[in-house]
């Protein structure tokens, strides 16, 4: 019986609203690109974890359709039952010659990928030493682990120092730092040298969580490890399909082969949940293809988020500074979390250029920010349209 609960729900709605925090969703009336429709107007779009276009790139739609054809609509299994067919096999095998990694493991998706791996891999015996900016997948999938939980203050070397001797003055059996390799509010990249300097000195592992750069960051687009040059001192790496490998959905684990052997027999998340869809693996394997065959969309990537980030200066805005396809762009002080959300929504009203603007809670408060996010799609144009709604939208708003 509902009764009071419907009571109790409307009002935790209210409550929400009256926070200022709900989210209402925008519909798309056409595919993911950096021009979409939505029901109100036509859209540049700088808010998408597209970052080489790869969405609706009509190599990886064809090797999505030709798999329906060949592979069929689902899979209707986990994959130890019958869910596993040789290209889930391929996609694996690929994403580890890709990462330079003995193995790796389908996931139905990166939080799923962060929801099994700390439960199976690290016990009541051991410790995890967390970011404190990290994904809330990870916050989650700590959260399912027996182990003793460490956390640091954002990239901050001094205090993971302090929290890798607490962890071993404890006694753990087994130590793992966790960090995002790209921190998505700000665009910043770990300090991954370091940690797995620190990681070395206490004999601790190192997962990277690399969702925000698997495929474009790196000389290869091989990730935070290959900019970095650990990819051989990372134990772990996690990441997502649903971003730059054509954002379909999907995610992985990858690592030791014997990391990935047990995440096979054990993470729950993997052995009671779908298989990824067949066209999705298909399109996922051509997203890599395409990524390790040229290095033109990541130049291009590169050469709009420098552009971008050289006009806003000029034009007078304040970015964090950085050089990944994040760009946050700042309103800083008391006022700044209503002047941020007026620009995002007169640029979409009036500019045709959507952008999201985030506040308290989501980023500490006095530091509210529009998020753009650039493509290797977007043409120098788009960028240059960008620029001038942020100009117009500021004169208009003051
Ligand atoms: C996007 C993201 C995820 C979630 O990936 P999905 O595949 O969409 O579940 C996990 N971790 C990080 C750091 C992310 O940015």
Not at 46 to 67: I, S, T
Not at 186 to 203: K, M
Not at 337 to 356: C, F, K, P, S
């Amino acid at each position: 019986m509902y009764g009071a609960v419907r009571e109790q729900l409307t009002q935790t709605l209210q409550e929400i609203r009256d926070a200022g925090l709900y989210k209402s969703e925008r519909e798309l009336t056409t595919a993911q690109s950096t021009h979409v429709r939505t029901q109100t107007a036509d859209a540049l779009n700088f808010c998408a974890n597209n970052y080489l276009g790869y969405a609706a790139h009509p190599v990886v739609v064809a090797a999505a359709r030709a798999a329906l054809d060949e592979w069929g609509f689902g899979m209707a299994s986990v994959r130890f039952i019958c869910g596993t067919q040789t290209q889930h096999t391929m996609l694996e095998q690929r994403l580890s010659s890709f990462l330079g990694t003995e193995a790796t493991i389908l996931f139905s998706s990166c939080f799923d990928a962060n929801g099994g791996v700390f439960e199976v891999l690290f016990g009541e015996d051991d410790a995890i030493i967390s970011d404190e900016l990290n994904h809330a997948s990870i916050i989650d999938g700590i959260r399912l682990s027996k182990a003793a939980r460490y956390r640091y203050r954002n990239a901050d070397m001094a205090d993971l120092r302090r929290q890798l001797q607490a962890a071993q003055s404890s006694g753990a059996r087994r130590v793992v730092v966790v960090t995002d390799g790209v921190f998505s509010m700000d665009g910043s990249f770990a300090p991954l040298t370091q940690i797995c300097d620190l990681a070395d000195e206490f004999g601790a592992m190192v997962l990277v969580d690399d969702s925000h750069a698997v495929g474009f960051v790196g000389d290869g687009g091989r990730g935070t490890p290959e900019l970095f040059g650990v990819s051989d001192r990372v134990d772990i790496i996690t990441g997502t399909l649903g971003k730059a490998l054509g954002g379909a959905s999907g995610g992985y684990v990858s690592s030791h082969r014997e990391v990935v052997d047990l995440l096979r027999q054990r993470a729950r998340p993997y052995l009671f949940s779908n298989s990824v869809a067949p066209s999705v693996v298909a399109g996922s394997l051509a997203a890599l293809e395409l990524v390790a065959g040229s290095a033109d969309a990541r130049a291009a990537l590169r050469r709009n988020t420098t552009l971008f980030r050289e006009l806003m200066t000029e034009a007078g805005f304040t970015l964090l500074p950085g050089s990944h396809p994040i760009t946050p762009v700042m309103f800083p002080g008391d006022d700044g979390a209503r002047l941020a959300t007026q620009i995002a929504d007169h640029m979409l009203a009036h500019g045709g250029v959507y952008v999201i603007a985030f506040s308290f809670p989501v980023v500490p408060r006095g530091k509210a920010r529009i998020r753009v996010q650039l493509s290797a799609a977007h043409s120098e144009e788009d960028v240059r349209s960008c620029v001038s709604a942020f100009v117009a939208a500021r004169a208009a708003v003051g």
